[in-house]
C-alpha cells in the first residue's frame, strides 16, 4: 500500500504538472455561471496524484441573502452519487463471502423472486440491467410508500420492464435491494455497516447514507428553479422520485467534496486509503469495466438508445467505445457518477486525476417528471456546466 497517497492534502498545481492558470479558468468558468443564475451554488474540487489543486465554492446572492454559508466541513445531498458508496459495500459482501454476483437474489430474499425476478442477481442490480423500473409512485392504485420497508415490498410487487441482462434502464430502485441484501446476509444494520466497512476506516466523517439517525437536515438545502430553498420537495412535486424520501443506497446520502475526494483516491489506489485497504485491486478493476459487451454494439453505439448512460461498471459509470460522458476528454480507463441534484465525480486513473462538481439544485417542476433531460432544461444546463468545467480541468494538466 506504500506506492499509494494514503491521504490527500493540500497542493501547488505546478508540483503535480498542472497549470494553475488553467484550473482559474476553469474556476471562472463556474463562477460566472452561478452569478448569471444558472446555478444556485457550486464548489468544485480538484485532485492530481493526491495533491488538491483547486477548493473553490461560489453562492448566488439571491442564495446568500437566504442565510446560506459554505464551509470545509459542510455536507451536502449528493443523490445518485450515492450509488458507488453503496456498490462498494456490496463488493464488500462479494469479498467476504456473503453472496455472489451472480447467484439469484431471490435465494437470499425469497420474497423479491416474483413476477419474473426470480433470476435477477446482484450484477443486474449494480449495472442497472434488472428490468426494474424507477418509478414506484402509485403502482396499481397503492399509495406513495411511508417508509422503507414498504418501499422493498413494492418493489418485489413491481413488474419487470424486460428480462434481467438483456437491456439497461437506469433504476434506483435496484440499489434499495442491494441495502436488504447486503444487511440480511451480513446480519448488520445499515447505519453500522457503512460506518464500520468505509466511513470510519477512510474518515469520512461528513459522509452519511439516509439513515434515521443520520444529519440529514443539516446538509445544505437544496434550490429550485427561482433559487429557493424548498423543504418539503417531495410534497411540492419538485422531487423526480416520489418514494425517493426512504431510499438509502439509491440516492438521498449526503456528503462534501473532500470525502468524496478521498473515495475517489481509494479507487485511483487500487481499494487503499489511510493505510487500509477497503477493496482488494482485483474487486476494484472489476467495478471499473464493463459488465456487458452489448453496451457496445448496433444503436447503443451509435447513442441512440439511452446515450444518458450508455456503459456501466458495477456501481460506476464507463467509458465505451463511442461515448465520454463524464468528459470529453477523459481516457479510456476514466470511470464517474452524477447525481440528479447537479454532481459529477470523475475517476481518471490514467491521469491520476479526480474532478468534483457539487451543487444543490432540484429540476423545475413545471418540466414535468421525467427522465427525458430535454424536458427539464435547467439539470440539463447543469450537466453542460460539469462538462465544460470538467473539459477545463483537463486541459490544465501539463504531462
Known sequence: MSKYIQKISKGDAESVDMDSSQLDLASKYVEQ???AGHIPLVYVFVVRKGKIVLDKYFIHPKVVDQGIKIYSNSMFPIASVTKPLTATLAMKMVEMGNFSLDTPVAEYISEFGQKGKNSITPRHLLTHTSGLSDSLVAQNGKPKPTCFDEVINRI???PLMFQPGTDFSYSTPAFEVLVTLIQK???IEWEQLSKELLFKPMAMTNSHFNTPKAPIDQAIPLFNRAMEIDLSPHDSGLELHHHFKFNMGGGNGISNPRDIAAFCQMMLNQ???NNVQILSPVTVSRMTEPQFQWWDSGSKLNLQEKPDFVSQGLGWMVRNKSHYRGSDLM????????????????VDPEYDLITIFLTSAYHDSSYG???????YPWLTHHHYMQQIFSNMTYAAIKK
Not at 481516457?331 to 459529477?344: E, V
Request: aromatic content about 14%; some cysteine.
Open 33 to 35: 455561471q452561478v452569478n
Open 156 to 158: 418485489c410487487e413491481q
Open 185 to 187: 446476509t451480513s446480519g
Open 271 to 273: 481499494g487503499s486509503y
Open 331 to 346: 481516457s479510456p480507463k476514466a470511470f464517474f457518477h452524477g447525481g440528479a441534484y447537479g454532481m459529477r465525480a470523475i
Open 369 to 375: 417528471n421525467t427522465r427525458n433531460c430535454s424536458y
